[in-house]
């Protein structure tokens, strides 16, 4: 017993590794119906695959949008995980499906132990949940995502681990590495580096060597990504107060008076009237993400009360949550306007650091008696993972996904990997929202599958991803139907397509200029001479 008392945080590591695992572990692997995607991963999880594939043979090429650079994206996860498959010729689906998430949980876990020495930390990061539940909607009905889904961003996942590594870095003086730590953010995720170089300021008012950190940081990051950088300013749009206006939509709290008010708002100058609405909107939004994160409160009252005993870590956590929450309050991202959303998610995660030290401290008093701190634990515990459990139960543990890749075209895309490397034509995606359950990824939405499996670029595919990465692929798409609808080897040799993969039901009637090389009972492909 002394021993579990000794390494208890390592029980509560395990659980949150084991939990948090189990939102991906199932995907990517061969059932009866095919190869299965629970939650985002038949469309987040599959564009990564593609985008991973793409960069080990050492091309930058978009893999869904061939013969155009990689641009306005982040690829040091991806690029992390292309050299490992590289190295180890480890599947890219095995990797980031089910080895990489355990290790980057665990590292979460341990990392923020190191730096807290605190379990009811641990607790919080791995288990904070938003009030969803008490409306009996899921985790996001407040816009942000939970702890429970922090794996389905990989990216997001891993720039969590480089955050606790810079402040592991700064609390042992290690400013030079920490620098390093500081380059590499951004290139990790873009909001982390953003965020990251707030904190700092913030945290450098307090201790002044901080601030050779950030100077260094930005010197080794700025000169090789400073056009990326310029891309990804354009990126934001201003546009104050969406999240809150949709927050009352219909598909969310579905308030209908607050949210016509809310729109009605948006059109007019700023009044008193208009800004108490916002404000309570805000309230909404912050106590429905916090949930029993709001514990924290405790610990800012305490700052607040106190303001010379702040230290540089608690300036750095303070800075993150606060510009995390502004941000997304006022700009929107072109292409797909809720992405700015990821901003928020760094409040979440060092809001339940604070939430896990305030708690502590709660715990501490003593004029609680143990009746009473059992209370509260149970309270808390029970309060927190109702998130967790409702997200697995209902999302990631049900045998069927709703998302699949059949064996045929499994069989078709395999032989289609075989092939010398080339641009593959696929037909326009169309989305089924009515099919049963694991629907084929081609109705399922516009997804990155055929490059993903295949290895091979596509000529036009994952219009979402394109649209946050910026693409005119809209012309693409009115070229690809034009040939469908009246197949011409002109559009093939300027388009250098080597490959065209076709559904059975995709095939155009009017004949096609291309030899036939492999079929089956669901899939065509197709060779252009």
Known sequence: MSWLKKHNHWLLIAAGTIIWSATMIKSGLIYDFGMGFWGPNGHDGIWHVALINSLS??????PIFAGAQIKNYHLGFDILLAVIHFLTRISVINLYFQIIPPVLAFLIGWLTYKLTKNLWVIFFVYFGGSLGWVLGKGESTFWSQQAISTLINPPFALSLVLLLLLLLLLKKERYILAALVVALLPQVKIYAGLLAFFGLIAAGIKN???FLTLIIGLLIYLPSNYQLLTNNSKLLVWNPGWFLQTLFAP?????????SALT???????SFKSLLAYLFAFAVFWVGNMGSRLFKEILIFKWVKNV????????FYAAIIIAGGIIPMFFLQ????????QFFYYSLFFS??????ALSEVLKIKKLNNYLRFGICVFVIAGTLLTTWDTLTKVYLPSRPPAKISPGELQALN??????SGVVLTYPGSSDPYASPPRPLYLYESTAYVSAISGQPTYLSDEVNLNITNYPWQDRRLRELSFFNRPSVQFLTQNQIKYIYLLNQQIPTSGFPANKIFSNSEVVIYSVN
């Open 264 to 270: 009605t708002y948006s059109q007019k100058t700023l």
């Open 57 to 62: 043979r050492g091309s930058f090429e978009m």
């Open 352 to 357: 339940s650091i604070l939430a896990g030290l």
């Open 251 to 259: 598909d969310r709290l579905n308030w209908p008076r607050l949210f």
């Open 334 to 341: 072109t292409g797909t306007a809720w992405n700015t959303i």
């Open 308 to 315: 010379r005993e702040i230290t540089w870590l608690d300036s």
């Open 415 to 420: 032989y289609l990997k075989k092939l010398p």
């Open 208 to 210: 002044k060597k901080i």
